[in-house]
């Protein structure tokens, strides 16, 4: 997904850019006030096609990186041409994992800046202030992100050419980008509209599920947290039942399509896998109920509970019916994105 292509004329003011940036374990978002780019946090190294390497350009615009690691095939790029083994992915969290994950996440950024500014080449220097966030448990790491992503970075993707000078970094709860998307309006300013002194999320992502408790302003580190769950339990058990079934390995595009859908198409002939979808479900569904229970028990003193993230829509009739005063929060997926953002104009404000 992309939307409105930077024009580098936008660039040459010296004005500040500034990005709301969800680099999650499963797609990475980015917004600016006019823009939106999403892609699955994947990569590979590039490999020389054989055939129809020309048209990679236009239908995977952004996609191909090069750094002093080398060429990369990064997002939908990477899962259509880079062989499952050989994929990398953005999750765990061991000393090592989290030394190599900042790399990662810093990749993944400069091809969302990349894909954000689109058009500027001749190495033009772009000021950015970033806002993003970090898994609830995880937020230890966070002065590590910060200094990953500070300063000036060369980003050189194929549709771009460009030094991103990282003046400001914000990294916050990841969760609490989702509260920011109803607190503030996307001018940084507090919105009146949302009256709750009490606000929850629940943001279910690819490989965690976090939840996020703020009163009045105020984030209640005791009633917020993370499990490691997540829409990969689901993802796996699909991939293990369609290999099992069909005797090969299933690409990740069409696994995604059955857990949403119900739907395999095997041969040319649509075949049912609701029922075993909705067993694959349930890990996840019992993690985001537990989860919830554990931090808010009942629920009683909580007002409303946004629930976002690429998840959402596969446990909301559950966490609706247990918790009623949950709001399943429109374009979920960017809803932390779009919360980053707003914080980001907060803080230019005050």
Same mark, same amino acid.
């Given at each position: 997904m992309s939307k409105a292509k930077a024009s580098k004329s936008n660039t040459n003011s010296g004005s500040i850019v500034t990005v709301g940036m969800d680099i999650g374990y499963g797609v990475v978002k980015a917004l600016t006030d006019d823009q939106a780019v999403v892609f699955p946090s994947v990569m590979g190294h590039a490999r020389e096609l054989k055939f129809g390497h020309e048209s990679m350009h236009t239908k995977y615009p952004g996609d191909q990186i090069t750094d002093d690691q080398g060429t990369w095939f990064v997002g939908d790029l990477a899962l259509s041409q880079v062989p499952p083994g050989e994929l990398l992915r953005l999750r765990g969290r061991t000393a090592n994992e989290r030394t190599m994950g900042n790399a990662f996440r810093l990749r993944l950024a400069k091809v969302a800046i990349g894909k954000l500014l689109q058009g500027v080449w001749d190495r033009e220097v772009v000021h950015l202030r970033i806002a993003t966030g970090l898994p609830v448990d995880h937020m230890?790491? /966070?002065?590590?992100?910060? =200094?990953?992503?500070?300063?000036?970075?060369?980003?050189?993707?194929?549709?771009?050419?460009?030094?991103?000078?990282?003046?400001?970094?914000?990294?916050?709860?990841?969760?609490?980008?989702?509260?920011?998307?109803?607190?503030?309006?996307?001018?940084?300013?507090?919105?009146?509209?949302?009256?709750f002194m009490r606000t929850g999320v629940v943001?279910?992502?690819?490989?965690?599920?976090?939840?996020?408790?703020?009163?009045?302003?105020?984030?209640?580190?005791?009633?917020?947290?993370?499990?490691?769950?997540?829409?990969?339990?689901? &993802?796996?058990?699909? /991939?293990?039942?369609?290999?099992?079934?069909?005797? &090969?390995?299933?690409? *990740?595009?069409?696994?995604?399509?059955?857990?949403?859908?119900?739907?395999?198409? /095997?041969?040319?002939?649509?075949?049912?896998?609701?029922?075993?979808?909705?067993? =694959?479900?349930?890990?996840?569904?019992?993690?985001?109920?537990?989860?919830?229970s554990e931090k808010w028990k009942r629920g009683a003193t909580v007002e409303v509970i946004y629930?976002?993230?690429?998840?959402?829509?596969?446990?909301?009739?559950?966490?609706?019916?247990? *918790?009623?005063?949950?709001?399943?929060?429109?374009?979920?997926?960017?809803?932390?994105?779009?919360? *980053?953002?707003?914080?980001?104009?907060?803080?230019?404000?005050?």
């Open positions: 230890p790491d /966070a002065g590590e992100l910060k =200094a990953a992503l500070l300063g000036q970075h060369l980003v050189q993707t194929d549709c771009a050419e460009l030094i991103a000078n990282v003046i400001e970094v914000m990294v916050m709860p990841q969760p609490y980008g989702t509260a920011y998307a109803n607190l503030l309006t996307l001018k940084g300013e507090i919105n009146p509209r949302h009256t943001d279910v992502g690819t490989y965690t599920v976090d939840i996020a408790l703020d009163e009045d302003g105020e984030f209640k580190d005791a009633e917020s947290g993370s499990v490691e769950s997540g829409v990969f339990t689901a &993802q796996e058990r699909i /991939a293990a039942l369609l290999e099992r079934d069909h005797r &090969q390995k299933i690409p *990740y595009s069409i696994i995604e399509r059955v857990l949403r859908t119900g739907k395999f198409m /095997a041969n040319g002939r649509e075949l049912d896998y609701s029922t075993e979808v909705e067993d =694959a479900l349930d890990p996840l569904r019992s993690a985001t109920l537990n989860l919830i629930l976002s993230g690429g998840g959402a829509e596969l446990v909301h009739e559950q966490v609706i019916e247990a *918790y009623p005063q949950t709001v399943l929060v429109r374009d979920a997926q960017l809803a932390n994105a779009r919360g *980053y953002l707003n914080y980001a104009h907060f803080v230019a404000r005050t």
